[in-house]
């Protein structure tokens, strides 16, 4: 299997700021991931795939980078909606595998 | 727009089968997708259990597999997990989801909780 790792597992920040969360793969996936939000008590929302496609209706304040083995999530300017549990995803091989996630909580 | 919602027992006892069920509106199971089942324990990540095309074929996740049966049925566009032999640790929300095969999981069921307990 594919083992995700996240980084950091949890991040204090606060309205407007720049966040960078760091998605590495244990062997390359070429550029099959993808980004999660989930906030408490909901299912999961697809905001990245392709590791830098947009999904339709995210805001443009997310962007995803990276090939290979390493990925970024990065939020331009952090709203109080995206307070939440951010999940990479591996689907270039099966088992489909996610990250172990990154809370970002308030400052 | 698809919508998928998740039905089944909320509790289930140990050594017995988890059985849930999938209901698909807003489009139909038997276009170019794979359906899947996902599902987090109470305050932990995310495991991929398996998906189903409408075809019947399946891939599972090789953890759970031996206890694992996913299956479609299209006259009412539906999909459903089993799950067999449960343990405390399977205990978790458990969701559905479409995907693409290897492509991202765009739409969700809103979860439902099974907890296995006597």
């Known amino acids: 299997d594919i083992q995700l790792t996240q980084s950091p597992s949890f991040l204090s920040a606060s309205v407007g700021d720049r966040v960078t969360i760091t998605c590495r793969a244990s062997?390359?996936?070429?550029?099959?991931l993808a980004w999660y939000q989930q906030k408490p008590g909901k299912a999961p929302k697809l905001l990245i795939y392709a590791a830098s496609t947009l999904q339709s209706g995210v805001p443009s304040r997310f962007s995803g980078s990276g090939s290979g083995t390493e990925f970024t999530l990065t939020i331009s300017s952090l709203q109080p909606e995206d307070f939440a549990t951010y999940y990479c995803q591996q689907l270039n091989s099966y088992p489909f595998t996610f990250g172990p996630g990154t809370k970002v909580d308030i400052k | 727009q698809v919508q998928l919602q998740e039905s089944g027992p909320g509790l289930v006892k140990p050594s017995g089968t988890l059985s849930l069920t999938c209901v698909v509106s807003?489009?139909?199971?038997?276009?170019?997708?794979?359906w899947s089942w996902v599902r987090q324990p109470p305050g932990k990540g995310l495991e991929w259990i398996g998906e189903i095309y409408h075809s019947g074929s399946t891939n599972y996740n090789p953890s759970l597999k031996s206890r694992v049966t996913i299956s479609v049925d299209k006259s009412k566009n539906q999909f459903s997990l089993k799950l067999s032999s449960v343990t405390a640790a399977d205990t978790a929300v458990y969701y559905c989801a479409k995907n693409g095969g290897y492509s991202p999981f765009d739409f969700w069921g809103q979860g439902t909780l099974v907890t296995v307990s006597s």
């Open positions: 062997q390359g996936i070429s550029s099959y």
């Open positions: 807003g489009g139909s199971i038997s276009s170019s997708n794979w």
